[in-house]
């Protein structure tokens, strides 16, 4: 037997022993890995905290561009002390992975055409070309829904939200038409669950199974997704504002429908619906994960899995309990 296969089987005992252990068991699988060699691998220095928040729908670009309410308006700005109008795009859109242009009018050609504000939805652009002095638009904004949007306007004036002033000339859809996922989505009548049951003495066992059965997922990837991200820990927040047992971003959680995401088996069910999105989409669990992890954008930006060590881990890590426990 190599060192190889040893390493390989002493992950599998060890995410085993994870699942049998409760919630309050601060021995993780990472944690055991580590201590057995020196050269595991440890999340990048300085990567922001992703998890599922990151997954990038309207609403969590709405939230994400709420943060720099206040910021100063400044022309080429491109940082949160001063920012330009195209600024705020571009750092709002990167957070989840897309690379959009520097400028408005090469941002107001990024993504898909929307007919009109009727169908506009949250994290939509919406741009207007108010100078004949410049090619294209000159004025950018993230739309929010209900009539208003973010922008950064001018000089002398900082991030606001405002009412839409008037139709826009352009209005983009940077996200794909998939990426808001509602409760709607899928049908509550039962669908066959890939993968066992998960055993009563796991914690929240229960909500699992029946989100497994309800949504085709397999109610131990779903377990272990919950290992991961929070060490069953229904009331845990992470650094970056995620929440629950599933951490959940509050926009994102709300866009699942989920109104309480403390609440594990609301969040064990809207995570359900996520993953089940995430890998029809992206056609494999390994995929459909790191798209929780890192979001939608990330795994289309590098097509695959991103080459953040995080996410790399996260994968990995899960799919070897998963592996371990069927």
């Known amino acids: ?15 085993q022993l ?38 990038a729908d309207g609403l969590a670009v709405v939230d994400e561009a709420k ?5 100063p308006y400044v022309w080429g700005g491109t940082s949160p002390t001063g920012m330009d109008c195209s600024g705020l795009v571009q750092m709002v ?3 989840f992975g897309y690379d959009l242009p520097r400028l408005s009018a090469d941002q107001a050609r990024s993504g898909q055409p929307v007919a009109s504000m009727a169908e506009a939805r949250p994290g ?28 950064a306007p001018r000089t002398g004036l900082n991030v606001r939200i405002v009412d839409v002033p008037s139709t826009p000339d352009v209005i983009r859809r940077i996200l794909p038409d998939t990426a808001a996922v509602t ?60 929440q629950g047992i ?9 866009g699942l429908g989920v109104t309480d995401p403390f609440n594990p088996t609301q969040a064990i069910d809207g995570a359900a619906r996520l993953l089940k999105d995430l890998m029809t989409r992206f056609g494999s669990t390994e995929l459909g994960l790191a798209a929780y ?22 994968v990995r890590s899960i799919m070897t309990t998963l592996e371990a426990t069927t």
């Open 18 to 55: 994870d699942m049998l252990a409760p919630a309050s068991n601060p021995v993780s699988s990472a944690a055991f890995a580590n201590a057995l060699s020196a050269n595991s691998l440890t999340a990048a220095s300085g990567m922001p905290s992703v998890g599922a928040g990151a997954t």
């Open 124 to 151: 939509d652009l919406i741009a207007w070309d108010n100078s004949s002095r410049n090619n294209g638009v000159d004025h950018i904004a993230i739309y929010m829904g209900d009539g208003k949007m973010i922008e």
């Open 293 to 314: 992890n890192a979001g939608p954008g990330a795994v289309l930006k590098y097509n695959g899995i991103p080459p953040y060590a995080e996410t790399q881990n996260y």
């Open 183 to 242: 409760s709607a989505s899928f049908s509550p009548t039962a669908a066959p669950t890939p993968g066992g049951a998960v055993p009563s003495f796991v914690p929240y066992a229960d909500a699992f199974n029946t989100a497994g059965r309800t949504y085709g997922v397999n109610p131990m990837l779903l377990s272990a997704v919950a290992r991961q991200e929070s060490g069953f820990d229904a009331k845990a927040v992470s650094g970056a504002g995620a």
């Open 93 to 95: 859109y990167e957070k």
């Open 67 to 71: 943060q720099y309410l206040g910021v």
């Open 1 to 15: 037997m190599t060192i190889g296969d040893v390493t390989s089987r002493i992950s599998a005992i060890q995410a």
């Open 246 to 254: 599933m951490q959940l971003m509050p926009g994102t959680a709300k």
